[in-house]
């Protein structure tokens, strides 16, 4: 499994579409949130893990994930790249199907969340999560 973390100030990781991914992503983040004093990284690492997923399941090619604080409050703001075309869709609840609940879950744990196209292809996935 490769990982690659850029630079500490960019707090960057790139990761290969594995199964490691989603674990990957989750120490990072909860790394980011100990460096940051963040004491409380539950619903952080449940949506990075979500987003992460949906990208290794749904997107193409390596996972970047990037984390930085906002400007304005500070509050930490997620981003999940991935080359994939697709757009992410939130799914009505159902009591009936297994899966598709990830990004209803993701619109619970965070303040907004978003997408905007890559230039050169692909997609982010950002969430502004609570601190």
Not at 80 to 101: H, L
Request: a neutral charge; zero cysteines; aromatic letters at 6%.
């Amino acid at each position: 499994m490769h990982a690659t973390v850029l630079t500490p100030d960019l707090s960057t990781l790139i990761l290969d579409p594995t199964r490691r991914a989603p674990a990957l992503a989750r120490r990072f983040l909860a790394d980011r949130f100990r460096e940051w004093k963040i004491e409380d990284d539950s619903d952080a690492r449940l949506v990075v893990s979500e987003l992460v997923t949906n990208a290794l399941l749904h997107g193409a090619g390596q996972i970047i994930v990037r984390l930085f604080r906002d400007e304005t409050g500070g509050a930490p703001v997620l981003e999940v790249w991935d080359q994939g075309q697709g757009q992410p869709v939130v799914q009505p609840e159902s009591d009936t199907r297994i899966t598709g609940r990830g990004l209803l879950t993701v619109t619970n744990l965070t303040t907004k969340w978003g997408t905007r196209p890559i230039t050169e292809g692909g997609k982010v996935v950002w969430a502004h999560l609570a601190a």
